[in-house]
């Protein structure tokens, strides 16, 4: 499995962004996906997740102003960020939660986990 991401940039406080990830490989399922981000010389923190059944979480930080959602093929996962501030600055990551999928021996994989390589979201006037 694999994880992709896009959507980071340079954008001034108050604006937004859009994160996208896809994941590929020959994917049985995913149970939950999310994003995390890690600003400089911080731990990574989640942001927020979802589950398989739509279920969603938010870090305190970004409730009312993020949104994540996942796209019909279920192997993708947005976020959307809207009314940034400069605190939001970090590389974001996509993670996939318990993917399973196939090995290039045509066997079912469980992963406990995945992540991709991050998207950097730089939010400065």
């Known amino acids: 499995v694999q994880l992709q991401a896009s959507g980071g940039g340079l954008v001034q406080p108050g604006g937004s962004l859009r994160l996208s990830c896809a994941a590929s490989?020959?994917?049985?399922?995913?149970?939950?996906m999310g994003w995390y981000r890690q600003a400089p010389g911080k731990q990574r923190e989640l942001v927020a997740t979802?589950?398989?059944?739509?279920?969603?979480n938010y870090a305190d930080s970004v409730k009312g102003r993020f949104t994540i959602s996942r796209g019909n093929a279920k192997n993708t996962v947005y976020l959307q960020l809207n009314s940034l501030k400069p605190e939001d600055t970090a590389v974001y990551y996509c993670?996939?939660?318990?993917?399973?999928?196939?090995?290039?021996?045509?066997?079912?994989?469980?992963?406990?986990?995945?992540w991709g390589p991050g998207t950097l979201v730089t939010v400065s006037s």
């Open positions: 993670h996939a939660d318990r993917p399973v999928y196939y090995n290039d021996d045509y066997e079912p994989v469980a992963s406990r986990e995945e």
């Open positions: 490989g020959s994917i049985i399922s995913i149970e939950g």
């Open positions: 979802i589950t398989v059944g739509g279920s969603t």
